[in-house]
């Protein structure tokens, strides 16, 4: 009753990994290392290894036990896919069905796998719902749209049961500030927003003030790595109750403005958070948040956390580790 978790040592990932150790589950997380750390997956078992390694997955599968996957490893950058196409699709792609593959092969018929809101591109309205049309924008989006049919046709070939997690865009870290996101890989808003108030980089750039939005700029719903981490687990539970096979939004329902995570970040961190506003880059929607009423039908989850509780975690996490994990 072992869950194998692929790119555990990332930030996502380890948040996972943690959540389902403290549930009393057991974990064998595998991870090539290259933008995961050892140190991020604390005392749980890692394995330095590709999940396109057939024979070692193979192995893991039969020396742990394993049960259940849950699927993060993937290169997740936006610009660094429209530069290197293929690099994206043999990762997010061929080696997510070689991995497939041999985990149904190998009696694991249940898996969750990272998916992302990028699929549904600029969305038509908001909140969005799952029906929304998928109309990805960029080589990275289309491989998350492109795994999930995969998986829907390792359904079919071998039998293998998935929930597709369409993450909003995960932030903060942990309450007690032992595990967050590792700047020196992260583009992400928060991380870069704490860089800009501790110092550590020159004033934060404001893409665009002009938006039809109250204060002019884009509006995201930023979820808690530690709610998403627990949508893992109810994703997991559904599957082994014997659930079908579904995709599903995790977001909070709620959209955050660029200005309304610098004037949080003012507030909780007592610091300045110096900012330019430069020209709008190009696809940026508008606004983007999820309706977040299928997951709390289908897998009962909902977020619990608040935008103050994300900012004041990564707060805590980055103030304290200014250098990430190191060489960690
Ligand atoms: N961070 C977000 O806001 C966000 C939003 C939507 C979707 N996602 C998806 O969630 C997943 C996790 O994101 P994250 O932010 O934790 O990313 P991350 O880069 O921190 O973690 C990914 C991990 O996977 C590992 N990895 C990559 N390819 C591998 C391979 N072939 N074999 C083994 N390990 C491999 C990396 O070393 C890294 O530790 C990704 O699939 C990403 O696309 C993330």
Redesign the pocket.
Known sequence: MTVLV??G?????SHTVRALRQAGRAVVV???????HRAAVLDAPLVV????DATLVARLCGEYGVTQAVH?????SVGESMQHPAKYWA?NVG?AAVLFETLARHGVHEVVF?????VYGTPPSVPVTEDAPIHPESVYAET?AVAERVLAWFERTDGLRSVSLR?F??AGASADAVIGEDWA?SI?LVPVVMKAALGRSGPLKVFGDDYPTPDGTCIRDYIHVDDLAAAHLAALDHLAAGGATTAVNVGTGTGSSVMDIIHATERISGRQVPYEVVARRDGDPVASFADPEHAAQVLGWRATRTLDDIIASAWAWHSTHPDGYGAG
């Open positions: 692929t790119g040592a990332g930030y996502i990932g595998l991870d090539t290392l290259e933008l995961g290894g590709d999940v396109a993060f490893a993937a290169y997740k990762n080696s990272s998916s992302s809101c990028s998350k993450y865009n995960a890989f992400n």
